[in-house]
């Protein structure tokens, strides 16, 4: 169901996986609903003048300090458009998925932007079978079945 009101928005989002066949997630909450933690990809909102690649990239090295170049992400390996509320405002987004495969480096959220600080508390690294398991929500939820596609 479709919602007239919500904001059109489009992002690019990159699975980060690592030689184990890890997606690396962001642990948050929605500081409308902070009794609700979740997991979700690096990745974010498109800014003006950006394509999804770069948009990617610029992502990437904000939210995890780590290092590609657009060109370097290839080709996205998968689009969703979902509609959701984050801090009492209702979106309706467009996502382009990249994926990059990396070793065992640091990660850091030491870049974040301001709303990422206030709503970020860390990181994981997660297989398919973690993630069926899981306590907490992670988004997207169809990621297990994209890491076996995708990730190893």
């Known amino acids: 169901m479709s919602n007239d009101s919500a904001k059109d928005r489009r992002a690019a989002r990159v699975l980060v996986v ?3 066949g890890r997606v ?3 642990h948050g909450f929605d500081p409308a609903d902070p009794a609700h933690p979740f997991w979700i990809t690096v990745g974010g909102g498109i800014d ?3 394509d999804a690649a770069q948009a990617a990239s610029r992502e990437l090295r904000e939210e995890t300090g780590i290092a590609a170049q657009p ?3 290839g080709d996205p390996v998968w689009h969703r458009e979902i509609e959701f509320s984050f801090d009492g405002t209702q979106y309706r987004q467009a996502e382009t ?3 990059l495969r990396v070793g065992h480096g640091p ?3 030491d870049d974040l932007d301001d709303i990422e600080k206030e709503t970020v508390d860390g990181y994981g690294w997660w297989s398919p079978e973690e993630l069926e398991s ?3 929500p ?3 939820p169809q990621l297990p079945q994209l890491l076996r596609e995708f990730g190893r």
């Open 24 to 26: 690396l997630l962001l």
């Open 71 to 73: 060109e370097s992400l």
């Open 134 to 136: 899981a306590g907490e």
């Open 18 to 20: 690592d030689q184990d």
């Open 97 to 99: 998925y990249f994926l």
């Open 107 to 109: 990660v850091s959220l």
């Open 48 to 50: 003006a003048g950006e």
């Open 138 to 140: 992670f988004f997207p």
